[in-house]
């Protein structure tokens, strides 16, 4: 990995994924409905360009495909780490989201810095499924502090349920294919993650 990878125009949008965390809670936080709704599109755009201009560019590097995972990561952690302590996510979600994500998250220290490990990540489609029901619950509760009264429309309620069926199922899916995954990298069977 090379440092001045960090300064390609794709990783610099993982990161300002990163950075846009804590205004987003912020606003959120202080029912900033504009504010919120244009901190949150732009996290999510940046989520779907910075891989296409990494290969539009010729800018893919081993740094950005660590990075977009990890900012993924953190961005989800953070903003359902919150709507849990409004309680707006049950606990059973809550705690398949932590699992899932910080087991992904520790193959950083564990992989690359203890063991020595380069692995490539190239997630297949239903790791992206999870991460877009994620930002998909996290709008839509979003959408729920601004406008309380949708809490009691069954509709939404329903479609709420729903979504949170699908994305446990799926979560605990990917955390039950990622966990053997991880034990083939650190033993030296495998060096991709999908």
């Not at 205004?23 to 999510?44: D, E, G, Q, R």
């Not at 490539?120 to 729920?144: M, R, S, W, Y």
């Not at 009264?149 to 709420?160: A, C, E, S, T, Y």
């Amino acid at each position: 990995m090379k440092f001045s990878d960090l300064f390609l125009l794709p990783n610099l949008l993982t990161l300002l994924r990163v950075f846009l965390i804590a205004p987003s809670i912020y606003f959120l936080h202080n029912k900033l409905f504009l504010a919120t709704f244009l901190c949150v599109t732009f996290m999510l755009l940046t989520d779907l360009f910075d891989g296409l201009l990494a290969r539009k560019l010729k800018q893919v590097s081993l740094l950005g495909s660590i990075l977009d995972p990890i900012a993924d990561k953190l961005v989800v952690i953070s903003l359902f780490t919150y709507l849990f302590l409004l309680e707006k996510i049950p606990l059973f979600y809550f705690v398949i989201i932590l699992l899932r994500d910080i087991s992904q998250l520790s193959v950083i220290p564990v992989l690359l810095f203890w063991k020595k490990i380069i692995f490539k990540v190239k997630p297949k489609l239903i790791p992206k499924i999870g991460t877009a029901l994620n930002f998909i619950l996290i709008a839509q509760v979003g959408l729920e502090i601004f406008y309380e009264g949708l809490q009691k429309d069954p509709v939404f309620l329903g479609v709420f349920n729903l979504l949170l069926g699908i994305s446990s199922t799926t979560e605990v899916y990917i955390l039950v294919t990622f966990l053997p995954r991880y034990y083939q990298i650190y033993h030296g069977k495998h060096d991709t993650f999908e």
